[in-house]
C-alpha cells in the first residue's frame, strides 16, 4: 500500500466537514475518516472517539481540531493527541497526500509532521 488509497476527490469533501472511509477502502479493522479542516487542510484519523463509541466525523471541525458530538472532547487533527476531557486516550492519525486532485490515505502510516 506504499501508493496509498484513494480516498476522495478534492471537491467530495466541503472545509468543516469529513468522509467515513468504507471498511472494505481503507482496509482497517475500525472505521476510519477524512476530515477537511476550514483552512482546506486533508487530515484522517480513526474515526471513533476514545471516549465513548461516537463517530468523530459527526463532530464539529475547526482550527485543527475535531470536537465530538457526544461528550465534546477535543483531538488535534495533526496527530490524534486528545485536547480536553473527559477523553484522555489519543486517537490514531494516518497520512494523507493529495495528488493531481485526488486525495489518498496511508491506513497506519503516522502522517508526516514536517
Same mark, same amino acid.
Given at each position: 500500500?506504499?501508493?496509498?488509497?484513494?480516498?476522495?476527490?478534492?471537491?467530495?469533501?466541503?472545509?468543516?466537514?469529513?468522509?467515513?472511509? +468504507?471498511?472494505?477502502?481503507?482496509? #482497517?479493522?475500525? +472505521?476510519?475518516?477524512?476530515?477537511?479542516?476550514?483552512?482546506?487542510?486533508?487530515? %484522517?484519523?480513526?474515526?471513533? %472517539?476514545? /471516549?465513548?463509541?461516537?463517530?468523530?466525523?459527526?463532530?464539529?471541525?475547526?482550527?485543527?481540531?475535531?470536537?465530538?458530538?457526544? /461528550?465534546?472532547?477535543? @483531538?488535534?487533527?495533526?496527530?490524534?493527541?486528545?485536547?480536553?476531557?473527559?477523553? #484522555?486516550?489519543?486517537?490514531?492519525? /494516518?497520512?494523507?497526500?493529495?495528488?493531481?486532485?485526488?486525495? @489518498?490515505?496511508?491506513?497506519?502510516?503516522?502522517?508526516?509532521?514536517?
Amino acid at each position: 500500500m506504499s501508493e496509498g488509497i484513494r480516498a476522495a476527490s478534492v471537491d467530495d469533501v466541503e472545509p468543516g466537514e469529513a468522509l467515513v472511509l +468504507p471498511l472494505e477502502l481503507s482496509r #482497517t479493522d475500525e +472505521p476510519i475518516s477524512l476530515f477537511r479542516d476550514d483552512d482546506g487542510t486533508y487530515y %484522517c484519523l480513526d474515526d471513533t %472517539c476514545s /471516549h465513548e463509541d461516537a463517530s468523530l466525523a459527526e463532530g464539529w471541525i475547526e482550527a485543527c481540531e475535531v470536537e465530538c458530538p457526544r /461528550h465534546a472532547s477535543r @483531538f488535534c487533527l495533526r496527530d490524534g493527541t486528545v485536547q480536553c476531557l473527559p477523553a #484522555t486516550k489519543d486517537v490514531a492519525a /494516518h497520512r494523507v497526500e493529495v495528488r493531481d486532485g485526488d486525495v @489518498f490515505v496511508f491506513p497506519g502510516v503516522p502522517p508526516d509532521m514536517d
